[in-house]
Nanobody, 127 residues
């Protein structure tokens, strides 16, 4: 079992930055790809939306959703067993609960493919 705990969310003004962390325990994350997803809980019926993913393989091969547009950077510190999501130039559309998730192998944009999830951290961007 892998336990994931996100942190780093909060309230930030438009144009600001946040760095989300996802501390893993139980197993090493080395063989796992990690995905970051977001869910706009203020919108009824919203599903978890892929934000970024990073491979377990050498070179990491990050993947990003189109809306990221160079504003976000995903990384993974294997010795610390912690993935990160650096978010810059935030806008009100980024307001959501952000989740990290893990799956063996390659990151997948479909949230149903992941085996382990954290509980999320709230990001609120004020305009």
């Amino acid at each position: 079992q892998v336990q994931l705990v996100e942190s780093g969310g909060g309230l930030v003004q438009a144009g600001g930055s946040l760095r989300l962390s996802c501390v893993a325990s139980g197993r090493t994350l080395s063989p796992y790809a990690v995905g970051w997803f977001r869910q706009r809980t203020q919108t009824p019926g919203s599903e978890r939306e892929f934000v970024a993913g990073i491979s377990s393989y050498e070179g990491n091969f990050p993947r990003y959703a189109d809306f990221v547009k160079g504003r976000l950077t995903i990384s993974k510190d294997n010795p610390k067993n912690t993935p990160y999501l650096q978010m810059n130039s935030l806008n009100s559309e980024d307001t959501a609960t952000y989740f990290c998730a893990a799956v063996i192998g390659e990151p997948d944009p479909h949230y149903t493919q992941y085996d382990y999830w954290g509980r999320g951290t709230q990001v609120t961007v004020s305009s």
